[in-house]
């Protein structure tokens, strides 16, 4: 309605990132054209180098895309097989929120070696998302030997830690390497990180990748990459931000829980609160007193406004109508319960109406289940709509919401036991405000590329890349 598009962006191409409606028409997605009208505009602009790179790659994708039907794993392969177009093969694995990540950093790997992102068929994507691609798929071709590339693995002899083992990168292939960029990739995995090393791959026309890591900040570890990412990105901290807004679109069924959620529940209120709740830890006790947390910190950041708990909601006149709208993200629902009782039972010392809003809560987590990622992608993207976010430390699901807003949440602190909670608010306080958009990086490479018999610590090598505020070890884009 036109009341959503006085509050959203004016700008249907989000600074130049998408293409106009007029070149990129999709009857089979909706949000790619309403996203950005519910939306705030961005405080970051896409630099006009990276909207050519987006360009350049959108006609090389429309050329080679069907090259991929070509593939066989028996062959040894080269570029020119596949009419001078090279692949790179994201395999879905691990949660939504690692999904989008590993995907983002795939394509800025795809953008950066002028491969063409291919994905595979599996975990839903595209029932999920829409095609990102005018007049093209991302796809992997139906025909594709799907249960040979499944069997690639750690233990693949073609998988690029053995050919990088020592160094000694040897020159014979099939055509293809397989990378693997998991939690548990071993230092000559995460030579992948090395100089060199795209030099060396660019001899593959084929990379297939398993990844539960958002690995962009390690492409910044890259010398060759280096100046291009700079170019792309002058302000570094915003490539995820740019780039999930650029590839990510949800398909139209997940599109239509968003909109009618949002227009029911957010649409009319003044300030939007997103709290992404997720309890890592095995503690039952600590799930009685994590909703507590949570409010502590919005109030005493003066995120939310405080209660009168000594008075009764229905005392209390004079209110300005729904101006705080709170979203509560979570699996389960006892913090949305609590929450909501506290603001529906007492009134806000300044007068303040809050609202508080849950869109699901489906208690557990299923992997591969379609409906229940389809509540977790609504969920991600109604709490990017949020002008304030709070976010759970070390949560994939949080850091996709913050990469989309642009807003720089504040994060709760780990706890892990209920007994450790008061030592832990003295010495890191309850919540903490985030570095910057940039989610982390949780196991990063163990930095070795000649083989010394030490690492460097990746978050020493430059001094935009840091470590994370709620991950000691990982790294995050400044
Ligand atoms: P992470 O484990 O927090 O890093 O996030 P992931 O997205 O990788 O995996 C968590 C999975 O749990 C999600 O994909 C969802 O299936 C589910 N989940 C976690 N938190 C929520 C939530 O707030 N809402 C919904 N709908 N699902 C959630």
Redesign the pocket.
Known sequence: TEEFVAQGEADNTLGGLLLSPELFEDSRCISRSREYQLRKPSTFKPSPYLISKLRDYERRHLKCAHEAKKFSPQTNATEQDFGGCRFIVWMAI??????IMTLTSAFVYALLTNRVLIVDRGLGTDELFCEPFPSTSWLLPESFPNEWMNNLGSNSTSKFGFLARNFTFTSSHNGYSYIDIMHSSDKDDTKFFCANCPSYLSSFPWLFMRSNQYFLPGLHLVPEFHDELDKMFPERQTVFHHIVRYLMHPSDAVWGLISSFYETHLANSQHKVGL???V?SDDPALLEVFPDLVLKCAQEKKLLPDVALNTNNSAVGNQISNSVSVLV???RVVFYNRIRELYLNHPTTDGQQVGVYT????EV???NFLS??M??L???YLLSFSDTLVT?S???????AQGISGVNPWILTKFDTTDTVPEYIKNYGICNRGISIDPCFHNTPQMDCENRGWTTDPGKMLPYIQHCEDVPWGIKIM
Do not use: C, P
């Not at 691990?94 to 999904?99: D, E, F, P």
């Not at 869109?359 to 489906?362: G, L, N, P, R, Y």
């Not at 070390?394 to 996709?400: A, E, I, P, Q």
């Open positions: 691990s949660g939504l929120g690692n999904r992404q709740i997720r890592l993200a979570s699996l869109a699901s809560h489906d987590q299923f992997l229940h990622d509540k977790a609504a969920d991600m759970t070390w949560s994939t699901f949080g850091y996709v």
